[in-house]
């Protein structure tokens, strides 16, 4: 197993039929995810093409993330989490910590991206806040539209395993934020994390979508 450092981002290439495993070591810790192809930067992960292609709020074991351009890039195959990630919250960056009266500089999630994709070499020519919160507890509410910030549910060892669907580029950020109650460790303090290459196959996991033309043109 790799660490990624408490408040620190790593980005590694995958390729098509890879599988990444990411493991909450403590059982606190959110981790934010992007993914571009690896052919162009230009073509990225999307969280809301992802909730049309599987018509879900956030994405469950056993569904693919897709891009801007609507094709399969990521897809959960292993999840021993209780499954708990959110799709709606923007990453953290500087402008949200000085909006949190932080003075001076703070780690961040988008930082986190920025810097490990150009550790490989690449740069990202349209950043996004918007991340997959791995892990991250955003419940929505019984009246069906509020939002409640709540702190991870995740298990120390407890891991989701992505496999790619394309050559890709991932980029996991250990979320620094210390200041809003995220993290489940009992002084919120951002941890370490863990990923893995698998070489498992997992290959009888089939693409699956719930996407049904909704429009006839005839
Ligand atoms: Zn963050």
């Known amino acids: 197993m790799k660490i990624i450092e408490a408040c620190q981002g790593k980005a590694i290439e995958l390729k098509a039929g890879n599988s ?19 052919s162009n930067l230009n073509e990225y992960l999307s969280l809301e093409a992802t909730r049309v292609w599987s018509q ?11 891009t801007n351009m609507r094709n399969p890039i990521l897809t959960i195959v292993q999840d021993t989490s209780p ?24 780690r961040n999630c988008f930082d986190n991206m920025l810097e490990s994709v150009s550790e490989l070499g690449y740069e990202v020519p349209n950043p996004t806040l918007a ?7 955003i419940a929505v509410l019984d009246d069906g539209i509020s939002l409640a910030t709540r702190p991870v549910e995740t298990k120390a060892g407890d891991y989701t395993t992505f496999r790619a669907e394309m050559d890709c580029i991932v980029s996991l950020s250990s979320c620094p934020q210390d200041i809003v109650k995220i993290q489940s460790d009992v002084e919120n303090k951002p941890r370490e994390v863990g990923y893995e290459i698998l070489d498992q196959d997992f290959s009888n996991f089939a693409i699956k979508s719930t996407w049904v033309p909704e429009y006839s043109l005839d």
Not at 56 to 64: E, I, S
Not at 131 to 137: D, P, Q, Y
């Open 56 to 66: 879900r709020l956030n994405p469950q074991l056993g569904d693919t993330l897709v």
């Open 131 to 137: 991340s997959l919160n791995v892990f991250m507890n």
């Open 20 to 38: 990444l495993k990411l493991i909450n070591i403590h059982g606190s810790q959110v981790v934010d995810l992007w993914a571009w192809s690896g």
């Open 83 to 106: 499954g708990i990630h959110d799709s709606f919250m923007a990453c953290c960056d500087l402008p949200r910590y000085h909006r949190l009266g932080v003075k001076g500089y703070h």
